[in-house]
């Protein structure tokens, strides 16, 4: 597990008894917990427990009712939202590619917004496409549409990468892939993102998933965070709703390399 930042260095996010309400309705609440930096901290849990709240509630696309979250020391209210967002990266299930776009463009998109000069951008997105196993040669020019799956997954983690965030956001990334290439995409995030020393935020509804990628497991129940631990302690906690994720991996105390 990385090492906490050091006290003049702040952890890339720091939730402060963050809660969130709509309609009358709680949502989260009571949320305390950081990511370090070159953290992967993964929240797991059922539908509607608060994961992807958690997520937007980072990247300002939802604002906390009570407390705050802190994005490099700062207040998410205190960053202008569009300089936030920008210097993180954003990677979703259905990845979101502009389908009129090349690869290329799609790869380059936040470097171009930024201002980037065109050979700096094309040097970067050449870079990112053997950083995520896609040969410059083949798909700079492809569109979406002559993707797989787990090729267009590749350009949504480049992507997010283009503009060297310190800060990933992950929101069930690798859960419409086929088992196969989703244990592989699993196997490179989980070697890219300690290679690049970057934090990562990962949310997934799977346990063995968040075992495989996490440093640190958080469990979210009724938007209450009940268990944040290290996989191997998570396997052995006795919070009840962590027991019953550990019983979905079919085997006495689970399979962490799943």
């Known amino acids: 597990m990385p090492e906490p930042p050091s006290a003049d260095s702040p952890p890339?996010?720091?939730?402060?008894?963050?809660?969130?309400?709509?309609?009358?309705?709680?949502?989260?609440?009571?949320?305390?917990?950081?990511?370090?930096?070159?953290?992967?901290?993964?929240?797991?849990?059922r539908s509607g427990a608060g994961k992807t709240t958690a997520l937007k509630l980072v990247n300002r696309l939802l604002e906390p009712t009570e407390g705050a979250v802190l994005v490099s020391g700062r207040a998410t209210t205190e960053w202008d939202p569009v300089e936030l967002r920008r210097r993180v990266?954003?990677?979703?299930?259905?990845?979101?590619?502009?389908?009129?776009?090349?690869?290329?463009?799609?790869?380059?998109?936040?470097?171009?917004?930024?201002?980037?000069?065109?050979?700096?951008?094309?040097?970067?997105?050449?870079?990112?496409?053997?950083?995520?196993?896609?040969?410059?040669?083949?798909?700079t020019d492809r569109r979406p549409d002559r993707l797989s799956g787990g090729q267009r997954q590749r350009v949504g983690v480049a992507r997010a990468l283009a503009a060297d965030?310190?800060?990933?956001?992950?929101?069930?990334?690798?859960?419409?892939?086929?088992?196969?290439?989703?244990?592989?995409?699993?196997?490179?995030?989980?070697?890219?993102?300690?290679?690049?020393g970057k934090a990562a935020l990962f949310v997934t509804h799977d346990l063995r998933e968040a075992l495989a990628l996490g440093d640190r497991v958080g469990l979210l129940a009724g938007g209450e965070l009940v268990v944040l631990t290290g996989p191997d302690a998570f396997l052995a906690s006795d919070h009840a709703e962590a027991r019953a994720f550990v019983d979905t991996l079919g085997a006495p105390g689970g399979d962490r390399d799943g």
């Open 12 to 45: 890339a996010v720091r939730f402060d008894s963050v809660a969130f309400a709509t309609g009358g309705r709680s949502i989260v609440r009571g949320l305390d917990f950081v990511v370090g930096a070159g953290e992967t901290l993964v929240l797991v849990g």
């Open 89 to 139: 990266g954003w990677v979703i299930q259905e990845i979101g590619l502009f389908p009129h776009m090349s690869v290329a463009r799609n790869v380059g998109i936040v470097p171009e917004l930024l201002g980037w000069e065109e050979a700096r951008i094309r040097s970067r997105v050449e870079e990112l496409l053997e950083t995520v196993g896609l040969s410059p040669a083949t798909f």
């Open 165 to 196: 965030p310190p800060l990933l956001l992950l929101d069930e990334p690798f859960g419409a892939l086929d088992p196969l290439t989703r244990a592989e995409l699993q196997a490179e995030f989980r070697d890219l993102v300690h290679r690049l």
